[in-house]
């Protein structure tokens, strides 16, 4: 087999991306530390058309070279915003009519593959620190608490390995089709 071209893959401009209609999805980074994981998942969030990316904390922001070195310009073209506190994003994301689903291991939550978005509906993905997840009261102002089923030895996943499992289970759900 022979691999597609850049032609091939038929990609929109940013300017073109911008223009097009997003998923009602967002995605809130919790205080992420590792500057290599926020360009992952605007990365990811390009890929499956998330509506814009709320960075908090000591989460950084664009312009940052080790951003752009994982993001490879996606940082240019998802939208985003910054938030020094967490639940002041939630709140925002609450008057917007967003559903705030945190990525969390809690007694209570709910498996991700069990877990039926609904068209209709606008959702907030919230992905915590490396080491410390989400924080508490953050978990506390979830909507629900989705954790994803694991079965080897190790209790966690990157974080942008699990935000990106998230966006492509909602994705699958929310994209239009054809």
């Given at each position: 087999m022979e691999k597609k071209t850049i032609r091939d893959l038929h990609r929109?401009?940013?300017?073109?991306?911008?223009?097009?209609?997003?998923?009602?999805?967002?995605?809130?980074?919790?205080?992420i530390?590792?500057?290599?994981?926020?360009?992952?998942?605007f990365r990811t969030a390009d890929a499956f058309l998330v509506d814009r990316v709320m960075l908090c904390g000591i989460t950084a922001t664009?312009?940052?070279?080790?951003?752009?070195?994982?993001a490879l310009g996606a940082e240019d073209s998802v939208e985003w915003e910054y938030f020094d506190n967490t639940l002041d994003a939630i709140?925002?994301?609450?008057?917007?009519?967003?559903?705030?689903?945190v990525l969390e291991q809690v007694k209570g939550s709910v498996s991700l593959d069990s877990f039926r978005p609904e068209n209709g509906e606008k959702y907030a993905i919230v992905a915590g620190h490396e080491?410390?997840?989400?924080?508490?009261?953050?978990?506390?102002?979830?909507?629900?608490?989705?954790?994803?089923?694991?079965?080897?030895?190790?209790?966690?996943?990157?974080?942008?390995?699990?935000?990106?499992?998230?966006?492509?289970h909602f994705f699958?759900?929310?994209?239009?089709?054809?």
């Open positions: 929109d401009s940013i300017e073109q991306y911008r223009r097009r209609q997003k998923l009602p999805l967002a995605v809130v980074l919790d205080n530390r590792s500057l290599n994981n926020i360009g992952s998942v664009p312009p940052s070279p080790e951003i752009h070195k994982t709140a925002e994301l609450r008057r917007r009519g967003y559903r705030i689903c080491v410390h997840g989400v924080a508490p009261e953050v978990v506390d102002a979830a909507d629900v608490c989705l954790e994803i089923p694991q079965f080897g030895t190790k209790h966690s996943l990157n974080v942008s390995v699990s935000t990106g499992l998230a966006l492509w699958t759900a929310l994209r239009p089709q054809p």
